[in-house]
């Protein structure tokens, strides 16, 4: 049977002309909206009532599309390190997930991730679980090589090489393959760790998957660390020998690559050398250059030929063993050379006629670099240089060219000049004249830093001239307001000037920060004890960092002293250990274990308690006489 459908009637309307002919260039007009059956042949909508809106079908890949940007979001929440919000924005995720579901195993590798680069590997191992569980998304080749890198940061070693047995017996869910680029992640943190011999059992143990192609690269990684997951793993190994103790190990790996037939190339030879550099092997550095460009005009290969690179690691290195001739040597080397000499090669340049004394030098360099920029803008020096050449010429006194170069350094230099570079150089100049026997130059210059610095160290260069010119200028034109402890004996012992135990008001070791946040607002260093009574470490206000944590977990080891120590070997104690108490304990019993009655703590001195004696001798008329009297009693000469 066939239907024919019926023709459509329309309302009876006059014939509409013929149309004219349409011209060049112009289109036939077309009906604005397309007439459906559906409309037709549908009943009349009730007056006052508009017709429900359908809604827009979704297309199929705007889901695809928010899980990209969500993976984006994470990868960026990642280097900010704010796990916590990552955790919070993937359930957001999971809850708008139509039934339920989860999220794609891209994804969940991302949040991973970001577990592994925060730190927390037991979360990351909680969420491998999940992920690899009846309900997750599954695992894969990545998230192996993820979870193997995290454990291998976290030291957890065992585990990480039982995932590894699991993988080679094919006995591990998602069914990886094992592949260097699996193993690269934990051999790399095993590296950066400086566990060589664990990270050469891991070579040794996988040797045949990691030696896949045979390739240089292999043992390249071996010795220079990689930053990119690549399927050669040598070239970490060499990296690893030049961060641990030993770098010449470095040496044994070019050995092995001789063995297996493989030719070394530049970024070999390059690592190579900057490891006999880093263990002042400066004579076998120098030979490995020498082989290096013998074995490029041998073969005639450029690829051969020392870069800047290679240049720049031995002039540090030579110009730390102060050899002129050598840097000299090298130098001419390199201008004479077809070499594209950078920013970086020119500072090395200085930097190293710095160092051996030839001041004469370093300004031929740094005019030959100036005279560059001007059509180079990339060989603009950076501030650290001119600095550099301004601590040269202070140590001689050359006030003149010291303060040439600081008014220099604010037009001609590159980069962001920092604060710390401002101070340092109104402190080279002030270095500089007083050097050059101007001590009222110098003592303005002195004002202006203490008006500016917060505070310096005695032992830092601006400290120690410091003291120069405070020696020079006198006690009554001091500067720096000095303080002295009139009630302190320093040859007293300790016991005079101490706490008792119980005053200071010890904490438990197992209570947690929370509980007693508010104390450290007050004190900044305070005693812990377990349940014997002992004392067993010293939490100080600036090793709180976590609230649930136990107090314990944020000591330091208590110092303790006898109560025969003279008070100024306890302040030396103090100052040098950058602690801010010590614990007095009975005369010959510091030694003992910490659970005996004998070696309970007597009590404590602090820097607080050091300063409660402070007395302010910067003014006044019988500030000398007063301090004289001061350094009588206290046998200071």
């Known amino acids: 049977?066939?239907?024919?459908?019926?023709?459509?009637?329309?309302?009876?309307?006059?014939?509409?002309?013929?149309?004219?002919?349409?011209?060049?260039?112009?289109?036939?007009?077309?009906?604005?909206?397309r007439l459906d059956a559906s409309r037709i042949f549908s009943s009349p909508r009730p007056p006052g009532r508009r017709s429900r809106p359908r809604p827009r079908p979704r297309p199929a890949s705007s889901s695809s599309t928010d899980l990209r940007r969500l993976t984006a979001r994470i990868v960026d929440l990642t280097r900010r390190r704010q796990l916590a919000q990552i955790m919070e924005e993937v359930e957001e995720a999971r809850r708008r997930v139509r039934g339920g579901?989860?999220?794609?195993?891209?994804?969940?590798?991302?949040?991973?991730?970001?577990?592994?680069?925060?730190?927390?590997?037991d979360r990351a191992l909680r969420l491998f679980e999940e992920m690899r569980g009846p309900r997750g998304c599954g695992v894969d080749g990545v998230s192996y090589g993820i979870l193997l890198k995290g454990l291998g940061i976290a030291r957890r070693i065992d585990e990480a090489f039982e995932i590894l047995e699991s993988i080679e017996k094919e006995s591990s869910s998602g069914s990886p393959i094992l592949s260097p680029r699996l193993i690269c992640g934990f051999l790399n943190a095993l590296i950066e760790a400086g566990d060589m011999r664990r990270a050469n059992a891991l070579v040794a143990r996988f040797r045949k998957v990691l030696y896949e192609g045979h390739s240089v690269l292999l043992y390249n990684l071996l010795m220079k660390e990689v930053t990119t997951v690549i399927t050669f793993s040598q070239l970490n190994i060499l990296q690893g020998y030049i961060k641990s103790n030993f770098p010449l190990g470095a040496l044994t790996v070019k050995d092995e690559i001789l063995r297996q037939g493989l030719k070394p190339d530049r970024l070999t030879y390059n690592t190579i050398i900057y490891a006999c550099v880093k263990s002042a092997e400066i004579d076998k550095a120098i030979q490995f250059l020498e082989d290096m460009k013998e074995e490029a005009n041998r073969e005639s290969n450029p690829e051969l030929l020392p870069d800047a690179f290679t240049y720049t690691t031995l002039l540090k290195g030579i110009g730390n063993s102060q050899d002129l001739y050598s840097v000299l040597k090298i130098v001419v080397e390199m201008k004479s050379s077809l070499l594209s000499i950078?920013?970086?090669?020119?500072?090395?340049?200085?930097?190293?006629?710095?160092?051996?004394?030839?001041?004469?030098?370093?300004?031929?360099?740094?005019?030959?670099?100036?005279?560059?920029?001007?059509?180079?803008?990339?060989?603009?020096?950076?501030?650290?240089?001119?600095?550099?050449?301004?601590?040269?010429?202070?140590?001689?006194?050359?006030?003149?060219?010291?303060?040439?170069?600081?008014?220099?350094?604010?037009?001609?230099?590159?980069?962001?000049?920092?604060?710390?570079?401002?101070?340092?150089?109104?402190?080279?100049?002030?270095?500089?004249?007083?050097n050059n026997n101007q001590i009222d130059l110098a003592r303005g210059l002195l004002r202006r830093i203490v008006n500016e610095k917060e505070c310096f160290s005695w032992t830092s260069r601006v400290g120690l001239v410091a003291v120069k010119v405070e020696s020079l200028s006198g006690f009554t034109n001091s500067l720096l307001r000095p303080y002295v402890f009139p009630q302190v004996i320093l040859n007293d012992p300790v016991e005079k000037y101490m706490v008792p135990f119980q005053e200071s008001r010890p904490l438990p070791a197992d209570l947690a920060l929370r509980k007693v946040v508010l104390r450290f607002m007050k004190d900044r260093a305070v005693p812990l004890v377990d349940d014997?009574?002992?004392?067993?470490?010293?939490?100080?206000?600036?090793?709180?960092?976590?609230?649930?944590?136990?107090?314990?977990?944020?000591?330091?080891?208590?110092?303790?002293?006898?109560?025969?120590?003279?008070?100024?070997?306890?302040?030396?104690?103090?100052?040098?250990?950058?602690?801010?108490?010590?614990?007095?304990?009975?005369?010959?019993?510091?030694?003992?274990?910490?659970?005996?009655?004998?070696?309970?703590?007597?009590?404590?001195?602090?820097?607080?308690?050091?300063?409660?004696?402070?007395?302010?001798?910067?003014?006044?008329?019988?500030?000398?006489?007063?301090?004289?009297?001061?350094?009588?009693?206290?046998?200071?000469?």
């Open 342 to 434: 950078d920013r970086t090669a020119y500072t090395a340049m200085i930097d190293a006629l710095l160092a051996c004394g030839s001041i004469d030098g370093a300004l031929c360099i740094f005019g030959d670099m100036i005279k560059q920029a001007g059509n180079n803008k990339d060989l603009r020096p950076k501030p650290h240089l001119y600095l550099s050449i301004m601590r040269a010429f202070a140590t001689r006194g050359d006030v003149d060219m010291v303060m040439r170069l600081s008014e220099r350094m604010w037009p001609d230099s590159v980069g962001f000049i920092s604060r710390a570079a401002k101070e340092e150089a109104h402190e080279l100049l002030m270095e500089a004249a007083i």
């Open 1 to 33: 049977m066939m239907l024919i459908r019926p023709p459509r009637l329309l309302s009876p309307s006059p014939a509409p002309a013929p149309a004219p002919a349409a011209t060049a260039g112009t289109r036939e007009p077309r009906l604005r909206r």
């Open 101 to 121: 579901g989860g999220l794609n195993t891209i994804v969940m590798n991302a949040v991973l991730e970001a577990c592994v680069h925060c730190g927390d590997v």
């Open 532 to 637: 014997w009574g002992g004392c067993v470490g010293i939490v100080h206000r600036d090793d709180c960092t976590k609230l649930d944590a136990p107090l314990l977990s944020m000591s330091r080891g208590p110092l303790c002293v006898p109560t025969s120590t003279t008070v100024e070997h306890v302040i030396d104690l103090l100052l040098r250990e950058k602690s801010e108490m010590v614990v007095v304990v009975k005369s010959g019993n510091m030694y003992e274990g910490s659970y005996t009655s004998s070696s309970r703590p007597l009590g404590i001195f602090s820097l607080t308690i050091l300063w409660s004696f402070i007395g302010d001798y910067s003014s006044g008329p019988d500030a000398v006489t007063t301090l004289k009297q001061g350094a009588e009693a206290c046998n200071c000469g």
